[in-house]
């Protein structure tokens, strides 16, 4: 689907857009050395500057893959 032009939509629309995108929950993960450790060499060879970027990436690309495994089908 082809984006419309941010020069003809109306303008409360973009800061209608960008306040759905802001993150208000907080999810907090703990994590042994040995999986601290992984996360950092693999965050250095992907070189990422942020480990809460690539969590949240991760994190998400598993849950909607999953999501659309399980949809439900009508037959």
């Known amino acids: 689907m082809k984006r419309p032009n ?5 303008p ?14 907080r999810v907090v993960l ?8 992984a996360l950092t060499r693999y965050q250095k060879s992907l070189k990422k500057t942020s480990r809460a970027a690539l969590c949240r990436e991760a994190v998400m690309e598993k849950v909607i893959s999953g999501l659309e495994e399980n949809q439900p089908t009508l037959f």
């Open 6 to 10: 941010p020069h003809t939509l109306p």
């Open 12 to 25: 409360d629309f973009r800061s209608k857009e960008k306040e759905a995108l802001v993150r208000r929950h």
């Open 30 to 37: 703990h994590l042994n050395d040995k999986e601290m450790d």
